[in-house]
């Protein structure tokens, strides 16, 4: 990320605006395209559900808190979507590497399937904005959300 600011770069309150509108109205879009695909899935699993399982593998080794941080769950909602996963026969914990209480997270393969399903639509999505806003679109675009997900995005355990 670019920690210098381009000081062209003076945006009015309206111009702000309409970039938080955007944001609002993609996140919007998103969640639809999930609750469209979780129609086709097991009763009982929502959009917290396949966001975790989304997470679990981008981000191998993910736990209960980290899963919370990420995405602003408590841990107890956090710890009762793995359940959730676990008990669908999604997701599995695995004894921690270093620490007997902290236990990883990992996708079974009925749950990578899963995962991969909901995330197709969402990979559609994603591919057609990129191409409406170009070459040159995509970088700036993922820098500027980069920007908006802040600490979140530094505990990235995987890279594209």
């Known amino acids: 990320m670019n920690t210098f600011a381009d000081p062209r770069l003076i945006l009015s309150e309206s111009e ?30 929502g959009r917290s559900h396949w966001r975790a399982a989304f997470l679990i593998r981008r981000r191998p080794g993910v736990g209960v808190k980290e899963i919370a941080r990420l995405t602003a769950l408590t841990k107890q909602a956090a710890s009762r979507t793995i359940a959730d996963l676990e008990a669908h026969g999604l997701a599995e914990k695995a004894p921690g590497e270093l620490d007997a209480r902290r236990r990883p997270a990992r996708l079974t393969a009925a749950g990578l399937a899963f995962e991969a399903r909901v995330a197709e639509r969402l990979r559609g999505l994603i591919a057609m904005a990129y191409r409406d806003g170009g070459l040159d679109g995509v970088a700036a675009g993922r820098r500027i959300l980069a920007s908006l997900a802040g600490p979140r995005l530094t505990a990235r355990r995987e890279e594209p």
């Open 16 to 45: 702000l605006d309409l970039g938080l509108e955007l944001v609002l109205l993609a996140e919007t879009a998103i969640w639809n395209a999930v609750d469209a695909a979780m129609e086709a899935e097991p009763g009982g699993l």
